[in-house]
């Protein structure tokens, strides 16, 4: 094994992250925030493990209207709440000027949809 002053890691190892706790609808809910250089990780958790992995993303177009893309990477396909909640956290960065596509973990017990989540970007 050769060590020497070449370190392949970025510069800005570890990963820039934010981590909490919320209780919804009664489930306390891990939520982990990675900022990576060309992407965000979102992680939200109420089973303790990953969940369905999501892959979320601005579509460039000549139309004034933005379009998006959501697409099950791993997991549930067949919950379209999932789908839907990638598809409002890809819009709301967006709309804050952020470009980078969104990785996001869903391990949620309830798949119903909750009001008045407060904001974490």
């Known amino acids: 094994m050769e060590t020497g002053s070449n370190n392949s890691l970025p510069t800005q ?5 934010k981590s909490f706790s919320l209780n919804i609808k009664g489930n306390k809910t891990d939520i982990v925030i990675c900022k990576y250089d060309d ?4 992680m939200a958790t109420q089973i303790g493990c990953m969940g369905t992995i999501l892959h979320a993303r601005k579509e460039e177009s ?16 067949d919950e379209p709440f999932l789908v839907a909640c990638a598809r409002q956290l890809i819009e709301h960065t967006s709309s804050y000027g952020s470009t980078r596509p ?6 949620l017990k309830d798949h119903s949809p ?3 989540l407060p904001s974490v970007f």
């Open 39 to 42: 992407s965000f990780m979102v």
């Open 13 to 17: 190892f570890p990963v820039s992250h």
């Open 102 to 107: 969104l990785v996001l973990s869903l391990g």
């Open 114 to 116: 909750v009001i008045n």
């Open 62 to 77: 000549v139309s004034t209207d933005p379009t998006f893309h959501v697409a099950v990477i791993f997991g549930k396909r």
